[in-house]
């Protein structure tokens, strides 16, 4: 919800924020929605002049020119054509993520050129969550340095600082409102903004999506490389390990303020392979079937981790205790 986005706003204590309204907040998530379809048409275009250009035994080619008229097209109805530098800037993100890469024919002097995208086989099936996380990533820059206020944050404490505060009529509505009805489902997570992809030395094709989750797990939550490898040896296929892998961020993307990610991981592991190697949607707190996200986690979990705590602490006050005792035996016998 928008409230999530202004209280983890609200953590950024530096004296040098500039202040964002409510309502232009809302606008800036608005507009990003629109560039979260519009890539996605984007995407369609080039999918559709691939499949086209393969079918014809790689005899009809395109230029970025057909791209954009096609996706005129799609956004006509709605009256939001683009120009051709807009696109060149949607083509230009879709190769710093890693989707595509451009590959451009000049035919000569005033001759024009003709234009391929090379689509990541690996990412493009999942070039949605991609086009999210990337978006997120903007998102999180352009708030870094600004403090939400309410939009009438000056007439309120102009209000109350003359001792008059009973004409005061708070708008609402701003604040109810969920981010799903202003961007896309997938970017909700404000404070769960990370890197989307780190390049593999250029080489696009090398790039998978387990190997894409799986970096970002070691590098962006510093897990450790064994915990991967135990995660990888437990699961019966692919699907499996890559959706282990999703759980497992889930999980440490909703309890790391509170608890430490090794513990997160290990009872993720514990728990992966004692009971979920085979069904592992139960552990996906996410999805809408029947799943057991709040049994694991807001029971089994913290259950086990207060045990281990009053453990340790008893252990701590025992080693304490034993101490005193050693100390007081040698003052005797001294």
Not at 106 to 115: C, E, P, Q, T, V
Not at 272 to 278: E, L, Q, R, V
Not at 281 to 294: A, I, L, P, S, V
Request: net charge positive; hydrophobic share 30%.
């Amino acid at each position: 919800t928008l409230e999530e986005i202004i209280k983890y706003n609200q953590k950024n204590a530096s004296s040098n924020l500039i202040e964002l309204k409510r309502s232009r907040l809302k606008s800036y998530l608005t507009k990003k929605r629109a560039i979260y379809q519009r890539i996605l048409k984007v995407c369609w275009a080039i999918d559709l002049k691939n499949k086209q250009y393969y079918k014809s035994n790689k005899l009809k080619t395109y230029s970025t020119i057909e791209i954009h008229n096609i996706v005129n097209k799609c956004l006509a109805k709605d009256n939001k054509k683009i120009s051709i530098r807009t696109l060149e800037y949607d083509i230009s993100f879709l190769n710093q993520i890693l989707l595509i890469k451009t590959k451009l024919k000049h035919l000569g002097k005033d001759n024009g050129s003709f234009a391929f995208y090379i689509q990541n086989k690996n990412l493009w099936k999942h070039r949605f969550i991609i086009i999210q996380e990337a978006i997120n990533k903007e998102i999180k820059e352009y708030l870094k340095d600004k403090k939400i206020v309410s939009d009438f944050s000056k007439e309120i404490n102009n209000t109350i600082n003359k001792n008059n505060i009973k004409n005061i009529k708070p708008k609402s509505s701003i604040a109810d409102e969920s981010i799903a009805d202003v961007i896309p489902k997938g970017i909700k997570g404000i404070n769960k903004i990370e890197n989307s992809i780190e390049k593999n030395n250029g080489k696009i094709n090398k790039i998978s999506y387990k190997e894409y989750i799986a970096n970002r797990l070691v590098e962006v939550y510093k897990i450790e490389k064994m915990q991967i490898t135990k995660i990888l040896k437990i699961s019966n296929n692919e699907k499996t390990y890559i959706n282990a892998l999703r759980n497992l961020k889930l999980a440490i993307e909703k309890y790391k303020e509170e608890y430490k990610i090794e513990d997160i991981s290990n009872h993720f592991i514990k728990e992966f392979k004692n009971k979920y190697s085979k069904k592992i949607w139960m552990m996906n707190g996410k999805t809408d079937r029947t799943n057991d996200f709040y049994e694991i986690w807001e029971k089994r979990f913290k259950k086990t981790f207060l045990n281990k705590n009053l453990k340790k602490q008893y252990r701590s006050n025992y080693e304490k205790e034993n101490k005193k005792i050693i100390n007081n035996e040698k003052r005797v016998s001294i």
